[in-house]
T-cell receptor, first 110, second 117 residues
Framework: QKEVEQDPGPLSVPEGAIVSLNCTYS??????FMWYRQYSRKGPELLMY????GNKEDGRFTAQVDKSSKYISLFIRDSQPSDSATYLC??????????FGTGTRLLVSP | DTEVTQTPKHLVMGMTNKKSLKCEQH?????MYWYKQKAKKPPELMFV???????INESVPSRFSPECPNSSLLNLHLHALQPEDSALYLC????????????????FGEGSRLTVL
């Protein structure tokens, strides 16, 4: 079993839809949870950073962490074609290397 | 614009060449990283420098040689590479918090796309 599981997609939605992206993990020691967005042929860009459990909102993006279920989510409201990218979840215990999910490719059509 | 700058953006080299990838950041971060990313795969950690000292080497072949000349610069020296080493090489930096660099708020550069012929 991989430490971090993420559906590779692609996930296709129409413009304006609410998008839900998810990751599950097995290591209960993970404390730091991130979502990165990566456009084709570019480096990953940090979108959301959460320590421990709870929700965090930034504009159209909401990150949720449920440590009891070992499950994290990223919600994108009012999705735009410019949101089309690969979304990588990542997590860390704080003292070891960051562990990435495989990434979910999102396609938002006009 | 990313605050981590990588050069060159593209590099094509033969298997006998020696080349270097360069990375620079001016955010005051004291942890710097090299990652390798193949198409449709997540980034794979290669090296971590903390306070200019190599702290993690993920069993990377010796044909890849990292160097951290100062707190703002990170180099990756390449020699006798193989075609399977063709990939996007990403540099990243982060703060060091609570004694460890891996809290995860990594800031990535745009990468150097390497092709080995």
């Amino acid at each position: 079993q991989k430490e971090v599981e993420q559906d590779p997609g692609p996930l296709s939605v129409p413009e304006g839809a609410i998008v839900s992206l998810n990751c599950t993990y097995s290591n209960s020691a993970f404390q730091y949870f991130m979502w990165y967005r990566q456009y084709s042929r570019k480096g990953p860009e940090l979108l959301m950073y959460t320590y421990s459990s709870g929700n965090k909102e930034d504009g159209r993006f909401t990150a949720q962490v449920d440590k009891s279920s070992k499950y994290i989510s990223l919600f994108i409201r009012d999705s735009q074609p410019s949101d089309s990218a690969t979304y990588l979840c990542a997590m860390s215990t704080g003292f070891q290397k960051l562990v990435f999910g495989t990434g979910t490719r999102l396609l938002v059509s006009p | 614009d990313t605050e981590v700058t990588q050069t060159p953006k593209h590099l094509v080299m033969g298997m006998t060449n020696k080349k270097s990838l360069k990375c620079e950041q001016h955010m005051g971060h004291r942890a710097m990283y090299w990652y390798k990313q193949k198409a449709k795969k997540p980034p794979e950690l290669m090296f971590v420098y903390s306070y200019e000292k190599l702290s993690i080497n993920e069993s990377v072949p010796s044909r890849f040689s990292p160097e951290c000349p100062n707190s703002s610069l990170l180099n990756l020296h390449l020699h006798a590479l193989q075609p399977e080493d063709s990939a996007l090489y990403l540099c990243a930096s982060s703060l060091i918090i609570a004694g460890g660099p891996a809290t995860g708020e990594l800031f990535f550069g745009e990468g150097s796309r390497l092709t080995v012929l």
